[in-house]
Each structure stands twice: as C-alpha cells, then as structure tokens.
C-alpha cells in the first residue's frame, strides 16, 4: 500500500493537471485527442502485418486511414481486404474513441471533475453557512445527475454495441449464404460483426469488404440491423438518449433523472435536449428520410441498380441508402450508376440535414443560454437576498449584544456607586467615633 505522501501527491498532480486542462480552450483539446490517438492507430498499423505479405502500403495511406477511422470521415485510399485481423482490430478502437457518443460519454466526464472542483473551491473560500448548506444541497443534487448521466451514456454505448454485434452475428449463423459470403474472402464472422457494429454506430462507413455493403443487397435482415444502428449511433442519438432517460425515471423514480430532464441546461451536455427537441429532431429525421425514399424510389425503382431484388429487398435497400446518405456512407449500390438527380439530392440532403440540425441546436442553445442566464441570475439575487439577510442577523444581533453590555455594564456602574456611598458613609462613621 503506497504512503498517504505520494498517496497525496498524487491526488495533488492530478488535480493540476485537471485544473490545467479546464482553462484551456476545448478546441485544443479535441485537436491533441485526436492527433495523439491517429498517429498511435498509423504506428499500430505500420508494425502490424497486412494480410498479404507482398502488400506495402504507404505510409501515407496508413495515416490516411487511422485519421479516417479516427474521425469516422468515410474515406479510404486502400482496399479493406489488405488489411489483417490485428490491423482492423487497431481500426475497429479507432473508430470506437473517435464516434460522437464515446467522444460525448467523455464531455460528460471531464465536465463533471471540473464541477466538483469549482465546488471544492467554493468551499475552501469559505462561504458564509447560511447560504452554504442550500449550495451544497444543490451542488450535490447536479453532481449525482451528471454522475447518472455519464452512466446513461456509458450504458448506451455499450449497450449499442453488444446488442448489434449479437444480432449481426445470430443473423450470420441463420442466414448461412451471408455467413459464405465472409468465409469465400477468408473474413472472420465474428470480427466482421464487430467492425460492422462499431463503423455502423459510429456512422464512419467502413465496412471490411473491398465491395462495401453491395455484396450484402440482398440481405435485407443485416440492412435493417445496420439502419437502426446508423440512426441510434449518430442521428437520433440525442433523442434516444432523452428516451433513456425518462424510461430510468419512470423505472426508478430517482430525483437524478428528473433533474436531467428538467435542467438539461445545467449538465453543459449538447446532445441532452428537452423532450419538444427531441421528438421535433426526430421528426425532421423521419421527414427527411421519407422525402429521399419517395424521390429514389420514383427515379430509381425499375433501373439497373436495383435490379435483380424483390419488392420488399428494394424497399429496404432504399430506406438503408437514404439513411446512410448522411454521415455512414455505406452503399448497396454503386454510386456511379446512380441518377445525376439522385446523387444532387443526396448532397441537397447532407447540407440540409447538417443545416437543420445546426440550426436546430444553435436556437436551443440560445434557448438554453438565456435560460441559465435568467436562472443564474434569479439564483444570485436568491443568494444575494439570503447573504444581505444574514448581514442583517448578524448586525441586530450585534446591536442587542452590545444592548445587553450596556446595561450589564450600567448595573455594574451603578452597584459600584451603591458600595461607594455606603463606604464613605461607614468612613464618616469611623471618623466621628474617633473624635
């Protein structure tokens, strides 16, 4: 067991370091993140053996591809079949830390030690106690919530991941023509539902075939797996994650949830939006995707890249391109054969989603600006009133102490003046008698 010295030590550098990181602007941040962890994926990939031996990438395209999948940006300069199981393994934990809950579940946890330290501040700056044990309450109410939501996220992220590996693989195991389609290039069934999984929730679009998803058209179960996975991961993830929420508060009827929810401003969370938010996001996703369906459906329904599916293959396969239009880039199709209008309407799609979305959060966080403001304020004139109050007590009691000196100290003057006047006259007694 290490001396309560270093023990001490410890805790103190920690506690700078945090300290350090909380003034510096969280753009830098963000940067040396992902700097740091894409050179460490290009190192990995560098001594890492590819799949064929006689394969020798550059070394630019190694980096290209950490940076990629450490940024889930979709883009690859090299066939994904080159690469060897240890090789997409560094990938599948590059695009584990880059995906936007991970990155998010990480925004929660730095927030909530940089809170609890302003708090342990607050307290060493001795705060008068008639106002410090309504901010503790308070301060520790917000600590517990965002303690619980870090956990929310947590679960959600594993959550996602175990339960779309699971059913990628349990469809592989009962489909066995998907399963053939891996063993006939030499691809591991279970490391493929891995990759899947984790490229799909991070909506990064790699997918460990050289044909992306096209070899996979006609399995409409896996797509549909995948579509919900793109949306969950990315898309509708803050309306999941204020789902979540309310559920776990309807479950356990604990007061943290019902904090998040109500103070969703306070827990300094982008994607924790108010119940109104959530579902209008929801709706514009769903509005969205609706339109491509309709439009690619009526261009696109009898051509040649949609040859060769059933009704219900195609319907899926469309829904599956329209929702991976956005951010996944996943593709059943080859996106050369397709309709100049589509691909016009697809790009339409990308900015206005980004668009709309951005928009969407700015107003809320206008919203949510305001609000703290005018909360903040209310609470300071609160704390205000509370402290002046005090001030007030303090001062009456001060007044009717040194009242009651006074006339302790007038009693005392006045006994004294008694025994005074009896002295003297027991001296002019003594005196007379003498004589």
Same mark, same amino acid.
């Given at each position: 067991?290490?001396?309560?010295?270093?023990?001490?030590?410890?805790?103190?550098?920690?506690?700078?370091?945090?300290?350090?990181?909380?003034?510096?602007?969280?753009?830098?941040?963000?940067?040396?993140?992902?700097?740091?962890?894409? @050179?460490?994926?290009?190192?990995?990939?560098?001594?890492?053996?590819?799949?064929?031996?006689?394969?020798?990438?550059?070394?630019?395209?190694?980096?290209?591809?950490?940076?990629?999948? =450490?940024?889930? &940006?979709?883009?690859?300069?090299?066939?994904?079949?080159?690469?060897?199981?240890?090789?997409?393994?560094?990938?599948?934990?590059?695009?584990?830390?880059?995906?936007?809950?991970?990155?998010?579940?990480?925004?929660?946890?730095?927030?909530?030690?940089?809170?609890?330290?302003?708090? &342990?501040?607050?307290?060493?700056?001795?705060?008068?106690?008639?106002?410090?044990?309504?901010?503790?309450?308070?301060?520790?109410?917000?600590?517990?919530?965002?303690?619980?939501?870090?956990?929310?996220?947590?679960?959600?992220?594993?959550?996602?991941?175990?339960?779309?590996?699971?059913?990628?693989?349990?469809?592989?195991?009962?489909?066995?023509?998907?399963?053939?389609?891996?063993?006939?290039?030499?691809?591991?069934?279970?490391?493929?539902?891995?990759?899947?999984?984790? &490229?799909?929730?991070? =909506?990064?679009?790699?997918?460990?075939?050289?044909?992306?998803?096209?070899?996979?058209?006609?399995?409409?179960?896996?797509?549909?797996?995948?579509?919900?996975?793109?949306?969950?991961?990315?898309?509708?993830?803050?309306?999941?994650?204020?789902?979540?929420?309310?559920?776990?508060?309807?479950?356990?009827?604990?007061?943290?949830?019902?904090?998040?929810?109500? =103070?969703?401003?306070?827990?300094?969370?982008?994607?924790?939006?108010?119940?109104?938010?959530?579902?209008?996001?929801?709706?514009?996703?769903?509005?969205?995707?609706?339109?491509?369906?309709?439009?690619?459906?009526?261009?696109?329904?009898?051509?040649?890249?949609?040859?060769?599916? &059933?009704?219900?293959?195609?319907?899926?396969?469309?829904?599956?391109?329209?929702?991976?239009?956005?951010?996944?880039?996943?593709?059943?199709?080859?996106?050369?054969?397709?309709?100049?209008?589509?691909?016009?309407?697809?790009?339409?799609?990308?900015?206005?989603?980004?668009?709309?979305?951005?928009?969407?959060?700015?107003?809320?966080?206008?919203?949510?600006?305001?609000?703290?403001?005018?909360?903040?304020?209310?609470?300071?004139?609160?704390?205000?009133?509370?402290?002046?109050?005090?001030?007030?007590?303090?001062?009456?009691?001060?007044?009717?102490?040194?009242?009651?000196?006074?006339?302790?100290?007038?009693?005392?003057?006045?006994?004294?003046?008694?025994?005074?006047?009896?002295?003297? @006259?027991?001296?002019?007694?003594?005196?007379?008698?003498?004589?």
């Amino acid at each position: 067991m290490p001396p309560p010295s270093t023990v001490m030590d410890i805790s103190f550098h920690r506690k700078s370091l945090i300290h350090l990181l909380s003034q510096v602007n969280p753009f830098w941040i963000q940067f040396f993140y992902f700097l740091s962890s894409s @050179i460490t994926g290009f190192l990995l990939l560098k001594l890492l053996p590819t799949r064929d031996a006689t394969s020798r990438p550059t070394n630019v395209d190694l980096l290209f591809m950490s940076v990629s999948a =450490n940024t889930v &940006s979709s883009m690859d300069t090299m066939e994904m079949e080159v690469f060897s199981n240890y090789q997409l393994a560094v990938l599948t934990l590059l695009m584990v830390i880059g995906g936007e809950v991970f990155i998010s579940m990480l925004s929660v946890h730095f927030t909530q030690i940089t809170s609890q330290m302003r708090d &342990s501040s607050l307290d060493e700056a001795g705060t008068e106690l008639a106002t410090l044990s309504d901010q503790r309450r308070s301060s520790d109410l917000k600590f517990s919530s965002r303690k619980h939501l870090f956990f929310v996220v947590l679960g959600y992220l594993l959550v996602g991941h175990v339960v779309g590996f699971l059913l990628i693989l349990v469809y592989l195991r009962l489909v066995p023509e998907a399963g053939a389609v891996l063993e006939r290039k030499g691809i591991n069934a279970s490391l493929f539902s891995i990759f899947i999984t984790v &490229s799909t929730f991070a =909506n990064c679009g790699f997918v460990p075939t050289n044909e992306n998803m096209v070899v996979f058209r006609t399995y409409s179960g896996l797509l549909l797996i995948l579509t919900v996975q793109v949306l969950v991961g990315n898309t509708l993830y803050a309306s999941c994650l204020w789902a979540v929420i309310w559920l776990l508060k309807k479950l356990t009827k604990r007061r943290e949830y019902d904090y998040l929810l109500t =103070n969703y401003g306070e827990m300094e969370c982008n994607h924790l939006l108010p119940g109104s938010q959530s579902l209008y996001l929801a709706l514009t996703v769903a509005g969205l995707v609706l339109v491509q369906f309709g439009l690619f459906c009526c261009m696109e329904w009898t051509s040649e890249i949609l040859s060769g599916l &059933s009704t219900y293959q195609k319907v899926v396969g469309v829904v599956f391109q329209c929702v991976n239009s956005r951010y996944a880039g996943e593709t059943i199709v080859d996106l050369a054969a397709v309709a100049p209008a589509i691909l016009v309407l697809f790009v339409v799609m990308m900015y206005a989603r980004t668009v709309l979305f951005v928009a969407s959060l700015c107003i809320w966080n206008g919203w949510v600006h305001n609000g703290v403001q005018l909360q903040a304020a209310s609470e300071g004139r609160r704390t205000l009133q509370r402290r002046v109050g005090w001030v007030l007590s303090e001062m009456e009691q001060q007044r009717e102490t040194c009242a009651h000196r006074c006339h302790v100290i007038r009693q005392v003057e006045k006994v004294q003046h008694e025994r005074w006047q009896t002295l003297e @006259i027991y001296i002019s007694l003594i005196h007379a008698w003498k004589v």
